[in-house]
């Protein structure tokens, strides 16, 4: 199983971005799903996270400005990042437990994507 992130870029104070991440591979269901990032020098952080039924939490300072949304039928999650934040310049990284298909069956895995850098200018 691979995740593919996307979407990460240079942008301006208040402005937006939106990350994209696709899973491909031996896939029978995807379950939670997650956005993490780490910033210079600091640790990786849990930034939001939906549940198969759509629950979703999220950290303290992304709420109210950062919503994360998926599509089963593209085995993909998102995050909508608004009115960024220069303390939002960080790698971001997208997150799936999977539950395996074909010769797998049962087998459930944690998986990560590779990141993709957001830089808010301030």
């Known amino acids: 199983v691979q995740l593919q992130a996307s979407g990460g870029g240079l942008v301006q104070s208040g402005g937006s971005l939106r990350l994209s991440c696709a899973a491909s591979?031996?896939?029978?269901?995807?379950?939670?799903m997650a956005w993490y990032r780490q910033a210079p020098g600091k640790g990786r952080e849990l930034v939001a996270g939906i549940t198969r039924d759509g629950s979703t939490n999220y950290a303290d300072p992304v709420k109210g400005r950062f919503t994360i949304s998926r599509d089963d039928a593209k085995n993909a999650v998102y995050l909508q990042m608004n009115s960024l934040k220069s303390e939002d310049t960080a790698v971001y990284y997208c997150?799936?437990?999977?539950?395996?298909?074909?010769?797998?069956?049962?087998?459930?895995?944690?998986?990560w994507g590779q990141g993709t850098l957001v830089t808010v200018s301030s």
């Open positions: 997150n799936a437990d999977v539950t395996l298909g074909w010769g797998k069956v049962g087998i459930v895995n944690e998986y």
């Open positions: 591979g031996n896939i029978f269901r995807i379950n939670d």
